[in-house]
């Protein structure tokens, strides 16, 4: 299978799709990259770098909340949905710890 020139979804410039990566897409049942590998990298930076996984895309966005369980203020890595509540990192522990009994 030769290799094959994409053109990037987000910057328009053609990359190259090489038969290896072709290969290690498909044995992955992945879908063709959409995006050249410079807005890929800098997609991944912008939601926070790649899942926690060391990527360099800095720290999560955290929000201040107060616990709906002990009144304490802390901050969760998730937005707060209104009408659900929202457990301070001391109360979710004990609460998770609780459940695994």
Do not use: W
Not at 3 to 28: H, K, L, N, V, W
Not at 69 to 88: E, W
């Amino acid at each position: 299978m030769p290799d094959m020139e994409i053109t990037c979804a987000e910057c328009g410039t053609s990359f190259p799709f090489t038969e290896r990566e072709q290969d290690y897409y498909r044995e992955r049942n992945l879908s063709h990259p959409k995006r050249c590998k410079a807005c890929r990298d800098a997609r991944r930076a912008n939601f926070g770098g790649g899942g926690g996984r060391g990527a360099g895309g800095g720290e999560r966005e955290k929000f201040e909340i107060t616990c709906d369980q002990c009144g304490k203020t802390d901050k969760v890595p998730f937005k707060p949905t209104a009408g659900r509540p929202v457990l301070c990192s001391e109360c979710f522990s004990a609460q998770r710890s609780m459940r695994q009994m």
